[in-house]
């Protein structure tokens, strides 16, 4: 099966400083997304990466603050920026592969604490 | 808006106890049906999924079926391990744009000798 990988996978990080996770897959796939997991709730999608062009953000999400990129089909950064405490989570990042429409499947995961 | 409601937690079972974790969902079209675990500090696994009504998933011992008549997706186990001590997360998603997946709350499970 298909691996998918995050770097770092875990950061502690001053506050007004900016942190980029990077989700690595090792086959091509559809689609990237973001989520974020605050401590002891579910998860929220963030935004949906697309390969070459601005990312799709979620309401009360925005570019400013949560920018990403993704350069190719199985690469994607999502960036941390002016971080405040409020911002500690968990980030993943999930694909969805070209043979599967609806299944997503999940990186482990950066745990961030910003002091 | 499409939503997933889950029962609350923790659950806490003896070992080989009978599992039940509820979930029901709103949506608005025809969704697909997932439970996700995630293992203490881990990332998220997919544990079953559904995509029609009547459909059963079924992996490592835990089964849910989709009902639609209910609009549940119950998980269930016949006998827990203590291995099996995780948080699920129920979810949903909606043909059409870019599938996103709606998740639950989460129920954490504890299962002790």
């Known amino acids: 099966s298909a691996v998918i990988s995050q770097k770092p996978s875990r950061d502690i990080c001053q506050r007004g400083t900016s942190l980029t996770i990077q989700c690595q897959v090792d086959?091509?796939?559809?689609?990237m997304f973001w989520y974020r997991q605050q401590p002891g709730q579910s998860l929220t999608l963030i935004a949906t990466?697309?390969?070459?062009?601005?990312?799709?953000?979620e309401s009360g999400f925005v570019i400013d603050k949560f920018p990403i990129s993704r350069p190719n089909l199985t690469f994607s950064t999502l960036t941390v920026s002016n971080m405040s405490p409020e911002d500690s989570s968990i980030y993943l990042c999930?694909?969805?592969?070209?043979?599967?429409?609806?299944?997503?499947?999940f990186g482990p995961g950066t745990r961030l604490l910003v002091l | 808006g499409d939503s997933v409601t889950q029962m609350e937690g923790p659950v806490t079972l003896s070992e080989e106890a009978f599992l039940t974790i509820n979930c029901t969902y709103t949506?608005?079209?025809?969704?697909?049906l997932f439970w996700y675990v995630q293992y203490p500090g881990e990332g998220l696994q997919l544990l079953l999924k559904?995509?029609?009504?009547?459909d059963k998933g079924s992996n490592k011992g835990f089964e849910a079926t989709y009902r639609k008549e209910t609009t549940s997706f119950h998980l269930e186990k016949g006998s827990v391990q203590v291995s099996d001590s995780a948080v699920y997360f129920c979810?949903?998603?909606?043909?059409?744009?870019?599938?996103?997946?709606?998740f639950g709350a989460g129920t954490r499970l504890a299962v002790h000798p």
């Open positions: 999930s694909v969805r592969y070209p043979d599967s429409r609806e299944t997503q499947y």
């Open positions: 086959s091509q796939v559809t689609m």
């Open positions: 990466a697309n390969q070459g062009s601005e990312a799709t953000y």
């Open positions: 949506a608005t079209g025809y969704p697909s």
């Open positions: 559904a995509t029609k009504a009547d």
């Open positions: 979810a949903l998603t909606v043909s059409g744009g870019y599938n996103k997946l709606i």
